[in-house]
């Protein structure tokens, strides 16, 4: 459902110091970034922009509407995704959902049952005055009310014509499917990511090195990967799957790519990540650079990668599987390749068979990832507890071999957990998200500021393999501190994903070439 364009400027008033809604109002840019072709950037003096400000509760004008900044507001309690998601599109030029001139065909508004003075929230706006570009009605729409919007207490607002959604209107994990696809449409966009790409694979053997690549057109529902045997060959040789050429396109020469992979080889198989990069139209060679090399044992499930790349010109990615030296009756498979102009996620845990582990354990199990070290060098892990209906997440700042170089407290930290959806197409995902940073006021109920150095205030463990930890609750990831008085974070630093890489990488096959 859709009004007049917008356009692309903004502005976060100075006023506003709820550095996690500022936070998340980042984490909201990236998203459009990955879902369309909409970015925004800092207002510079243009007629048109929005002006983000803490104000009375979460709402936005539709379109384009004044000139010399147009307030949208992220109000207390406003500071998630789905909501400044949800804010921002009605500046892009959304209605609600429900207000779609069609929308009696798919919801019953109970007005009956709406507080007095609030029935103007479910008027239905005219085929005269916005338009569907023909997609369908969307309960999963970011943009819906839930079945008790603005209910006062006698009943639900929205009644679904189709009883199973309505339990699910009025979602919180973000833009839907169809809400990208009516964005794309509006803005005349590519449907695809940023980077769209063919692969085609290379063979580079002396021997009969077995490589089979399959892939699945958009009008299938029947899925394929690509897969590399090492069964055959001799020890060195390699099958390498090339992107095409692509351009970077924003100004943080940072990109994300993001892969699952099932190893069924010998443990001395490789799977090495380049990119190789050109000058210009007129370099046809370029130059190879090695981001990431995954090797090792084996692996029960498909897991997923990320790797972080930094290219700044022409390039492509290049995956290349090389056989080792040991016997293998299997190989290399890769499947649901993303590439994004987004920072990857400083931490990756995956749990599998996790709704078997959610419904069988006992009740409050705790998980815990390994220890792991953030850009800074805080140390910290990730828990999960089990209550076999749901499940807690939160982080455990722990004693690490950098503490005594490193500021206490450690606030104005943001942490943002995701639970990924596994659809294939970034564009597609809908993952929760949330998120919350450090500051002064985190106290124990013994008074002391939690956010002090686990070795001086910490409580002393010893983990499963015997190492003595000490830690208080939960750390960050990302600094906020340039946006206490400034509206952008800088360029994110490239950080290395690789899993088991080797200790020397000049003895690696992975080194520039």
């Known amino acids: 459902m859709f009004c007049v364009f917008f356009s692309n400027m903004f502005k976060i008033n100075c006023e506003m110091k709820d550095l996690n809604a500022k936070g998340v109002i980042m984490k909201a840019f990236d998203q459009f970034r990955v879902k369309s072709c909409i970015d925004f950037k800092p207002w510079d003096a243009e007629e048109y922009y929005i002006e983000i400000q803490k104000l009375d509760g979460c709402w936005s004008y539709v379109g384009r509407f004044f000139a010399n900044g147009q307030n949208l507001s992220i109000g207390a309690g406003c500071d998630n995704l789905a909501t400044v998601e949800h804010e921002i599109l009605h500046a892009l030029g959304f209605y609600h959902e429900q207000s779609r001139y069609d929308r009696d065909d798919y919801v019953q508004i109970a ?10 929230n479910f008027i239905k706006v005219g085929s005269n005055e916005s338009i569907t570009h023909g997609v369908p009605y969307d309960y999963m729409s970011v ?3 839930s079945k008790d919007a603005f209910t006062n207490g006698n009943g639900s607002t929205i009644i679904t014509t189709d009883p199973q959604f309505q339990q699910v209107i009025g979602q ?19 449907k695809y990511l940023q980077f769209k790409t063919n692969w085609n694979c290379a063979v580079h053997t002396a021997a009969n090195f077995n490589v089979t690549c399959l892939f699945i057109p958009e009008d299938q529902k029947k899925g394929y990967f690509i897969h590399t045997s090492t069964a055959s060959g001799q020890e060195g040789d390699t099958t390498q799957l090339k992107s095409d050429i692509m351009r970077p396109g924003r100004k943080c020469n940072v990109q994300c790519l993001q892969f699952y992979y099932f190893h069924t080889g010998n443990e001395s198989d490789k799977l090495n990540i380049w990119i190789r990069e050109f000058q210009d139209q007129q370099d046809t060679t370029g130059t190879l650079r090695c981001m ?11 897991k997923i990668h990320h790797v972080s790349l930094d290219a700044t010109e022409l390039f492509q990615v290049v995956f ?26 400083h931490l990756t845990w995956q749990v599998d068979d996790f709704e078997n582990l959610l419904n069988t354990s006992d009740w409050g199990t705790r998980m815990y990832s390994p220890r792991q070290y953030s850009r800074e060098g805080y140390a910290y892990r990730v828990a999960v507890i089990l209550y076999q209906t749901y499940f807690g997440m939160f982080l455990q700042l722990l004693s690490g071999e950098y503490d005594d170089q490193l500021e206490w407290p450690c606030l104005q930290k943001q942490i943002t957990f995701q639970l990924l959806d596994q659809s294939s197409n970034m564009q597609l995902q809908m993952s929760k998200q949330m998120s919350f940073t450090t500051n002064e006021n985190d106290m124990t109920s013994n008074g002391i500021l939690i956010w002090n150095n686990p070795r001086e205030n910490g409580t002393r463990l010893f983990t ?11 750390l960050y990831q990302i600094d906020l501190t340039p946006l206490v008085n400034g509206t952008t974070l800088p360029c994110p630093q490239v950080r290395q994903h690789g899993a088991h890489l080797p200790t020397n990488m000049s003895e690696s096959p992975c080194v520039p070439r």
């Not at 007005?111 to 609030?118: A, P």
């Not at 290349?320 to 996620?345: R, Y």
Request: charged share 20%.
């Open 292 to 302: 990431g090399q995954l090797t090792g044992p084996p692996t029960s499930h498909w």
């Open 143 to 145: 943009m819906h009310y």
């Open 111 to 120: 007005l009956e049952n709406v507080i007095t003075g609030h029935e103007n």
């Open 464 to 474: 499963e393999s015997n190492e003595l930890f000490n830690y208080l609750s939960i």
């Open 320 to 345: 290349e599987v090389q056989k080792g030296a040991g016997s293998s009756t299997g190989g290399f498979s890769i499947d649901d390749i993303n590439l994004s102009e987004t920072e990857c996620p």
């Open 172 to 190: 919180k994990l973000g833009m839907s499917p169809r809400d990208a696809e009516e964005l794309n449409l509006l803005y005349n966009c590519s």
